[in-house]
């Protein structure tokens, strides 16, 4: 997870090409990457220009699926519950997982103990974890707010297509801060703590010492962090099958959701590769504008 | 971060001799904040309840279930485990998802720090470079534009099954792991090599007998997400595996959960055994598994 590569240059050697037996290193695995990445990768954008269903004929429909894919309800809506879904996750985890590593970086007793549970979610699968998950939103959390006269969740947040996608929020950001966490604790222990003593003794306040010294100087981790959490929730997958099956209705489907659903069983192939294709470049889009803002505000202290 | 229980302060500064009276404002590393150790019990909390209502739900009968489901069991029903024993067909699903596992750790150590050491040690070759890119780019190509296609693929050659998954996992975990192997190969000094070579070692068993053992950390990190990303996947054997017979634990709860899901307590103990091999692993390997992770952070 290394922001650049580092290290001593390799030095120029005499002869110009390198010996056979580099090659042989990592032809086996490059023909397999071609094989089973690039090739489908190509296969994908070459059926995005099909009718392709997924089984029997097919021909040519040149950028019909990408124009169609504009005036389609079901993608908008899919793009809409998936960015929402990946923006506040996104800020939800970084802030969640920043502020527990701070605590267990503090002053406190069994932290290696502490450190131990906080990363659990991590080992689990999200699969199941979110049929628990499932369970708490449907049964426990309504008899709670039964008991305790909270009528507004008596009912299954679930169950309704306006808070179904505040379930799925819960249950990835309880599994995703874990990795999160422990990445920022990695970063916060390069900090040396001569610069909290002098801060310290200079009377700056704990808010203080953390905006001028913690927060810029774990900035590197920061960045990885929102670029991965984000490039992950994008394709948020197995949360919602464990969790709502994109409902109620087609609320909670996210894009990585309808072209599984789309394309294996909806016989929209094509259609869904194209789909696919336009994610692809969002997805790169935002990635790259993520690293270049967030890597200038690093630099910038 | 300030707030200190008074009598803790003093107890902890009487244990402590000179150094505090001589620079009052120097924050004491050893002085515990109860404070905060409260907070972060209370937020481990939201980790622990989930495991717990796991744990009690699975014991239950399916009368004794009403009301929050965080009561205690009256009478355990071990029976559960049984039931989903043979529902899930457990032990099959258990070695395929132990077979793939092993398999993808094994040959991405393998394979994935031979490549990323002909990269690393040939970044100034055009050739090398070129491919550095080409395995780095794929980092941001998401899954579903691939899945389709890859799955025929799979189906055509015959790889519909768990030998298939080996060959994919690798693969796709090739893009992160270079990444991270390149960076810390390019750390260790050439001069090692340059003796060995000297001394008639070929490159070959450099690799093995020098690089190799000193990627030590790494291989552990590696190996330690390759392990958790490859038990718990569940849309690539989703996708991939027509075999009923080769589904993966993940997969057996999907599949269960779709024709049982009526049968709270029995799925939840089916929950349960799928989630405690590798929570029995992580209880012993904890600290271990943590400090690994966290070297391929900041590394």
Redesign the interface.
Same mark, same amino acid.
């Given at each position: 997870?290394?922001t650049?590569?580092?290290?001593?240059?390799?030095?120029?050697r005499p002869e110009r090409?390198?010996?056979r037996?580099?090659?042989l290193?990592?032809l086996?695995?490059?023909a397999?990457?071609a094989?089973?990445?690039t090739?489908?990768?190509l296969?994908?954008m070459f059926?995005s220009l099909t009718n392709y269903a997924?089984y029997g004929e097919w021909s040519f429909v040149g950028l019909r699926n990408y124009v169609n894919l504009f005036g389609d309800d079901r993608i908008y809506g899919a793009y809409g519950f998936t960015f929402l879904f990946a923006i506040v996750s996104t800020v939800a985890v970084n802030i969640i997982a920043l502020s527990?590593a =701070?605590?267990?970086n503090?002053?406190?007793?069994?932290k290696?103990g502490?450190?131990?549970?906080?990363?659990?979610?991590?080992? %689990?699968?999200? %699969? =199941?974890?979110g049929?628990?998950?499932n369970? %708490?939103f449907s049964?426990?959390v309504p008899? =709670?707010a039964d008991?305790l006269g909270i009528t507004s969740l008596t009912t299954s947040i679930l169950a309704s297509a306006d808070t179904a996608w505040i379930g799925v929020v819960i249950l990835s950001v309880?599994q995703a801060a874990a990795?999160n966490i422990?990445?920022y604790?990695?970063?916060l222990? !390069?900090i040396p703590?001569e610069l909290?003593?002098a801060a310290?003794?200079d009377g700056a306040s704990?808010w203080k010492q953390f905006t001028s010294i913690t927060f810029p100087m774990i900035g590197a981790?920061f960045t990885?962090n929102m670029v991965l959490s984000l490039?992950n929730f %994008?394709?948020v997958?197995?949360q919602i099958?464990?969790l709502t099956a994109g409902g109620p209705g087609t609320s909670t489907e996210s894009?990585?959701l309808l072209?599984?659903r789309g394309?294996?069983q909806g016989g929209e192939?094509g259609y869904? !590769?194209a789909n696919?294709?336009i994610?692809?470049f969002v997805?790169?889009a935002i990635?790259f504008i993520q690293l270049r803002v967030l890597q200038r505000r690093e630099a910038s202290f | @971060?300030?707030a200190t229980s008074h009598s803790a302060e003093r107890r902890v500064v009487a244990d402590r001799p000179v150094a505090d009276a001589d620079r009052p &404002?120097?924050?004491?590393?050893?002085?515990?904040?109860?404070w905060?150790?409260a907070?972060?019990?209370v937020?481990?909390l939201?980790?622990?309840i /989930?495991?717990y209502?796991?744990v009690v739900?699975a014991l239950k009968t399916p009368d004794q279930?009403?009301?929050?489901? &965080?009561g205690l069991p009256t009478s355990a029903r071990w029976e559960n485990f049984a039931e989903a024993w043979t529902l899930t067909s457990f032990p099959r699903a258990l070695l395929n998802t132990g077979l793939v596992t092993v398999g993808t750790v094994l040959l991405t150590l393998v394979?994935?720090s031979?490549?990323a050491?002909? $990269?690393?040690?040939?970044?100034?070759?055009r *050739?090398?470079k070129g491919?550095y890119f080409y *395995?780095i780019a794929?980092l941001?190509?998401?899954?579903? $534009? $691939? @899945?389709? /296609?890859?799955?025929?693929?799979t189906a055509i050659l015959g790889l519909d099954n768990q030998l298939g998954l080996i060959?994919?996992y690798?693969?796709?975990g090739?893009s992160f792991n270079i *990444?991270?192997y390149?960076?810390f190969i390019?750390?260790? /000094?050439?001069e090692l090599e340059e003796a060995a070579l000297t001394d008639g070692a070929?490159?070959?068993t450099v690799?093995w007998r020098i690089i190799f053992p000193l990627l030590g950390p790494m291989n552990a990190t590696v190996g330690i997400l390759t392990c958790?990303w490859a038990?718990?996947d569940?849309?690539l054997p989703l996708?991939v595996l027509s075999d009923p017979s080769a589904q993966t634990? /993940?997969l057996a709860?999907?599949i269960f959960?779709g024709q049982f899901n009526t049968n709270?307590p029995v799925? &939840?103990a089916s929950?349960l055994m799928? @989630?405690a091999p590798?929570?029995v692993v992580?209880l012993f390997a904890?600290?271990w598994? $943590?400090s690994g992770?966290?070297?391929?952070?900041?590394?």
């Open positions: 997870m290394s650049h590569v580092s290290g001593p240059r390799t030095r120029m090409r390198a010996p037996v580099f090659y290193m990592v086996p695995a490059l397999l990457f094989v089973f990445h090739v489908p990768l296969t994908g059926f997924g527990i =701070i605590a267990l503090g002053r406190i007793r069994f290696t502490f450190r131990g549970i906080f990363f659990i979610p991590n080992i %689990l699968s999200i %699969l =199941i974890v049929y628990v998950f369970y %708490l049964n426990s008899a =709670i008991a309880w990795f422990i990445i604790l990695a970063g222990q !390069t703590t909290y003593e310290a003794l704990p981790f990885i490039k %994008l394709q997958f197995d099958v464990s894009i990585s072209i599984y394309g294996f192939y869904q !590769t696919a294709v994610y692809l997805i790169i990635s | @971060m300030t &404002f120097r924050p004491d590393r050893r002085r515990v904040n109860w905060l150790t907070l972060v019990a937020c481990a939201t980790v622990l /989930p495991l209502l796991t739900t279930l009403g009301g929050t489901g &965080f394979t994935n031979m490549v050491y002909a $990269i690393a040690r040939n970044m100034h070759r *050739f090398f491919l *395995f794929a941001f190509v998401p899954f579903p $534009i $691939i @899945m389709l /296609p890859v799955v025929k693929q060959l994919l690798t693969v796709y090739l *990444f991270v390149v960076a390019r750390s260790i /000094p050439l070929t490159t070959w690799f958790l038990w718990n569940f849309m996708v634990l /993940p709860q999907f959960q709270y799925a &939840f929950y799928a @989630m590798l929570l992580y904890q600290r598994v $943590i992770v966290m070297r391929g952070s900041s590394k």
